[in-house]
């Protein structure tokens, strides 16, 4: 029966031992650990509040990236208007330029023309005249072979002249 109760000796020597160990517990072992658990919880606590403000900056740099990017996008479709609204103009300049050049080539294509008409006119005249002569000149020299024949034409064109 000693097993299961022990004796009265042992059991004041045991609560000596058990309170001289606590009392050492707690005047060195236990501010040492309360201390290493405030340090372990300030720690935890410090980092906590600087995820948190992580979080919040992370949440504030996505809103400013999300408002960067519908800015881009505001100014990249200003730019493709503008830069549609320039290359209408442009187009309708050349094509406006195409058709005052055009127009102007074909004055220019008509005048040419007009003008090798008269020049091929003003040629076609000449070489009539010039045959005319010829013709004149040889059928002259046929009809006026002798002398007699020349005075009689000569006589009509006085008359002729003399009447006019």
């Known amino acids: 029966m000693s097993l299961i109760t022990p004796d009265f000796g042992l ?14 517990l707690w005047k060195y072992g236990f501010p040492v650990i309360v201390k290493m658990v405030d340090e372990r919880k300030a720690f935890i606590d410090e ?7 992580a979080n919040e900056r992370l949440a504030n740099i996505q809103k400013e990236g999300e408002s960067i990017l519908q800015e881009a996008r505001e100014k990249q479709a200003q730019i493709l208007r503008e ?3 320039t290359r209408d103009a442009i187009v309708e300049k050349a094509q406006d330029k195409a058709r005052s050049e055009g127009s102007r080539i074909l004055e220019e294509a008509r ?3 007009e003008q090798e ?9 000449r070489q009539v005249a010039t045959l005319s002569v010829e ?17 009689d034409l000569i006589d009509r064109m006085l008359d002729e002249v003399s009447v006019k």
Request: aromatic fraction near 10%; charge should be positive.
């Open 11 to 24: 059991f004041f020597w045991m609560t000596v031992v058990f309170l001289v160990v606590l009392f050492i």
């Open 47 to 53: 980092s906590l509040r600087k995820a948190h403000e």
């Open 83 to 85: 830069a549609a609204e």
């Open 111 to 113: 005048a040419a023309i």
């Open 117 to 125: 008409k008269k020049a091929a006119i003003a040629d076609i005249r």
């Open 135 to 151: 013709i004149a000149e040889k059928v002259l020299k046929q009809n006026l072979k002798d002398d007699k024949s020349q005075m």
